[in-house]
C-alpha cells in the first residue's frame, strides 16, 4: 500500500525546506502541489496518508484573489472528517483554523525574524513536542494570527501572537510559525517580501543569523517531523 504524504504549497518560494529533506530518508512517499500555478488537489483522500500545507502571503479571506484558497478550506474539512493527519505551517495553520471555524485576522504586530516560543502545559505533555525544549527558537514571517478553534488545544504561545501552536482532535497540528525554513528560503523571501529601506540591517542579520543557526534549528525541526511521523504510523 502506498505511503503518501501530500505537501501543499501556495506560492513556489514557500516551499517544504527541511521537511523534503527529512522523509527523503523514509520509505514514504513524498507528493507535492502548487496550487499557485494551477495543480489541484487531489478529489479522494483515499491514498493520503497526511497532509502538510504549508505558507504563502495570501490570506485566507481573500478567496476572491485566490480561489484555490476556497477549494484547500474544503479540502481540510474534508480531511478534518476523515481524520487525516494534517501539519499546517504559518498560512496552511490559518487554513486549518479556518476550517475548524475559527477566526484568523490580523495580528497585533508583524512578526518576522527570529523569536522564541514557549510550550504550554498541554504542549509539553504533547507527543508532536516530546524531546523539544520547553523554549524553542522559530522563524517567524506573518501579519495575521488565528484564534484556537472550539475544542482545540492551545500548545505554544508568545507574545505579541499569543497563539502559536494548537492541536485539533487527535493528530491535526497549526504552528503560526516556521521550523521548515533553511537559509536560501529566508534569503528568497527577503528578496520577494522586504522592499523598504530601512529593511536592509535587519535583514542581513536575518540570514546571518540563519546560517547560524541552522544545525541547532534543523535537529530541533527534525525531532518535531518524527514525532508526526509517529503519529501518521499510528493511522490505520
Partial sequence: MTKEILIIKHIEIEGSGTIEYFFQNTLWLIRTINLAVGDTLPGSLRDIKAIITLGGPMNVYEE???????????????????????????????????????????????????????????????????????????????????DIPDGAVLLAESAPCINQAFRYGENVYGFQFHI????????????EYLKQPGDTGAARKMLTDAHKKRKAFEARANTIYANFLKIISKQK
Fill in 180 to 191: 521548515e525554513v533553511t537559509p536560501s528560503m529566508i534569503g528568497s523571501w527577503i528578496n
Fill in 64 to 146: 476572491a484573489d485566490y480561489p484555490f484558497l476556497r477549494d484547500e478550506d474544503i479540502f481540510l474539512q474534508n480531511a478534518l472528517r476523515e481524520k487525516v493527519p494534517v501539519l499546517g505551517i504559518c498560512l496552511g495553520a490559518q487554513l486549518i483554523a479556518k476550517a475548524c471555524g475559527a477566526q484568523v485576522r490580523k495580528a497585533p504586530r508583524k512578526e518576522l525574524g527570529w523569536h522564541n516560543v514557549t510550550l504550554t502545559s498541554a504542549g509539553k505533555k504533547d507527543s508532536l513536542f516530546s524531546g523539544v525544549p520547553e523554549t524553542l527558537e522559530v522563524f517567524q514571517w506573518h501579519e495575521d494570527t488565528f
